[in-house]
């Protein structure tokens, strides 16, 4: 998480794009939480990580379109979810294509049985592009969200933590006052 922190502070929005062209949820989420401490502009972020998705997913599918068995061989290890993803698209292509995006280590295994299908370019291209921006807005405004409540958990474990202290110091002093004064046992037998 330093290390995607580290990077985007240093890249910014190229960062972005260049880590939610593949799969980029997790530096997404982080890009949103830079943006609730102020060092990202959120809709910047939003942007970038919708082009690098969309542009991403558009060419993974075009690559599976014009150079099927270089790509099938290349992702051979994937056979099987990719003909799973085929049969998928056969039955709802619609939401699928628009919501692929969400579910982790599939991005790449759909965009490729799409390129593969009969899935026309241009309706690919329209739910791909309302798919990145719906999960863009998803995780950019999530990381937003999360990293505004993190910082006000923050700023209210400040308040409990001096008067947790407090108590702790209390308590220790009240059990080395026990200590000091109390009765000790006498070895005398009655």
């Known amino acids: 998480m330093t290390y995607l922190n580290d990077l985007l502070k240093t890249w910014g929005y190229l960062a ?8 980029g949820e997790t530096i997404l989420i982080v890009a949103g939480i830079l943006a609730s401490r102020g060092r990202l502009n959120l809709h910047y972020a939003i942007l970038a990580a919708f082009a690098g998705s969309m542009f991403g997913d558009q060419c ?18 994937f056979d099987n979810k990719i003909s799973k993803a085929l ?10 294509l628009l919501s692929f995006r969400f579910f982790y280590g599939l991005r ?33 405004y999530g990381g937003y969200y999360v990293g505004r409540k993190f910082e006000k958990y923050l ?26 004064f109390r009765k000790k046992p006498t070895d005398n037998p009655s």
Request: net charge positive.
């Open 16 to 23: 972005l794009f260049i880590g939610t062209f593949l799969e």
């Open 60 to 77: 993974v599918f075009l690559l599976a379109r014009y150079k099927s068995s270089w790509v099938l061989k290349k992702f051979s290890k």
């Open 87 to 96: 049969r998928l698209l056969e039955k709802n292509s619609i939401w699928l």
């Open 108 to 140: 790449n295994v759909i965009s490729i049985a799409a390129g593969l299908s009969q899935v026309p370019k241009k309706k690919f291209a329209l739910l791909n592009g309302i798919g990145a921006m719906t999960w863009a807005l998803s995780f950019g």
């Open 155 to 180: 700023e209210s474990a400040k308040e409990y933590e001096i008067k947790a202290l407090i108590a702790i110091g209390v308590v220790v002093v009240i059990y080395w006052v026990y200590k000091k």
